[in-house]
């Protein structure tokens, strides 16, 4: 068996061989691609002869995606996907200085990799049509969230200048196309204040605005309002800023909603789609989400527990002498925690059993949040069950066993 240890950057890879014993064989610097894939294959070769089996070699690298981590899995190696605060830690027991190198790294990831990999997860074997969802479901919600930066920019620019645009645009949603058009038709007071109830009609019968009228009259009438101005070159230069930012978002919603198609194309073409639909409180875009970070390799979770583990909705036990306490567990895939708590909101409405389960804890005066967590949890635990038997869900079945009178 041979092991190695991957410390990637973005042109090269730093590499370290070794056997089970642990002795250096090799250590190498080598390039991103093909010429780099093929370096090691060669260095695997020189050092485990022609007789060595793929699934003897074995990597371990501080990422889970990417054409290089795909090469190593196509050869048949085992890849274990290592977190770099796991490595850090790890890198504690050859001293407590916190010197870095990727030399040094390497040499971790090597060591873990032989010392600890029945504690490591290894790279789930996802499908290529699972992966397809995951880059488009993630690259989606990455165009969100660059949005929501954007805007917070926005924001904080207006309210220095020109605070009665907030007030004037909420009602059509403040990162709407629509919105960003008329700031950019009038970027400042005084020109937001000439605005025409047509012309700012005309915007909104553009984008299909129901009650436009109405909306009209209230985006003038904000606009109208007084408010304390700034020396003339220092509002040009704050609406200079505005419209810079408000270009980007129409670009990003743009963007958002090409992704957004593509999320439910890719997503509804997955076997497995059907049985996340099923589910209460998923959507397309939800499912596509939650789809994307479980993956669909079917051996990667061995239980309920295991799902529930990752998806990082079941608690934790800290327990030393006399101290014992149950908490919730903050270190997690983010994206994956985000869909989960969307479901379980929305759950609320499109399921009875779901309602009960939250209110029943609720009724032990757990917090907005944890009762709403436990409900996410319990929702793995059907999700999984629903895919190992490859079912859609049942609501009868799924609160089976939590068929109980409402709490008073």
């Known amino acids: 068996m041979l092991l190695i240890g991957d410390d990637w950057a973005e042109d090269h890879h730093d590499v ?95 060591d873990m990799v032989r010392i600890d990999r029945d504690q490591l997860r290894p790279v789930a074997g996802d499908s290529e049509q699972g992966q397809a969802v995951k880059v488009v479901a993630r690259a989606h919600q ?8 954007t805007f917070q920019r926005l924001r904080t620019t207006l ?39 047509t012309q700012i009609t005309a915007v909104l019968t553009r984008h299909r605005r129901h009650n436009r009228e109405a909306k009209a009259a209230t985006v003038q009438s904000a606009l109208r309002e007084r408010q304390l101005g700034l020396p003339e070159p220092v509002t040009a230069a704050y609406a200079a800023a505005a419209t810079a930012h408000a270009r980007l978002i129409i670009a990003l919603n743009e963007q958002i909603a090409v992704m957004e198609e593509q999320v439910k194309t890719h997503f509804l073409a997955h076997p497995d789609a059907e049985i996340y639909l099923s589910m209460p409180g998923i959507g397309e875009i939800v499912g596509a989400r939650v789809l994307a970070e479980f993956g669909d390799d079917t051996t990667r ?19 030393s002498g006399k101290s014992h306490t149950v908490q919730a567990r903050y270190v997690r895939n983010n994206r994956l925690a985000d869909a989960l708590q969307t479901q379980a909101f929305s759950a609320l409405r499109a399921s009875p059993g779901a309602r009960k389960y939250y209110d029943k804890q609720r009724a032990r005066e757990a917090g907005y949040n944890p009762a709403l967590r436990q409900l996410g949890n319990r929702l ?13 869900y049942d609501e009868a079945t799924a609160w ?9």
Not at 159 to 182: G, H, I, K, Q, V
Not at 307 to 319: D, F, H, L, M, W
Not at 400 to 408: L, T, V
């Open 16 to 110: 370290e061989v070794q056997d089970e014993s642990g002795r250096k064989l090799a250590a190498a610097n080598l390039p991103e691609g093909v010429a780099g894939i093929a370096k090691l294959h060669e260095l695997v070769a020189r050092h485990g002869g022609e007789d060595l089996d793929p699934g003897e070699v074995v990597v371990g690298i501080e990422t889970d995606r990417g054409s290089w981590v795909q090469a190593l899995i196509a050869s048949g190696y085992q890849v274990f996907a290592i977190n770099p605060r796991q490595v850090n830690r790890f890198k504690e027991r050859y001293g407590s200085s916190g010197a870095k190198s990727d030399k040094g790294d390497a040499h971790a990831l090597a």
């Open 142 to 149: 990455t165009l969100i969230w660059e949005r929501t930066r």
């Open 159 to 197: 309210r220095e200048y020109f605070p009665a645009a907030l007030n004037a645009y909420t009602d059509l949603t403040l990162t709407s196309t629509d919105a960003m058009e008329l700031l950019i038709k009038a970027p400042t007071p005084a020109t937001a204040a000439k605005l025409t109830r």
């Open 301 to 319: 979770y061995a239980s309920a527990k295991a799902r529930k583990n990752y998806a990082g909705t079941s608690p934790i036990t800290r327990a």
């Open 380 to 392: 793995v635990g059907i999700l999984h069950g629903c895919l190992k038997t490859r079912t859609h």
């Open 400 to 408: 089976s066993h939590h068929a109980h009178p409402h709490p008073a």
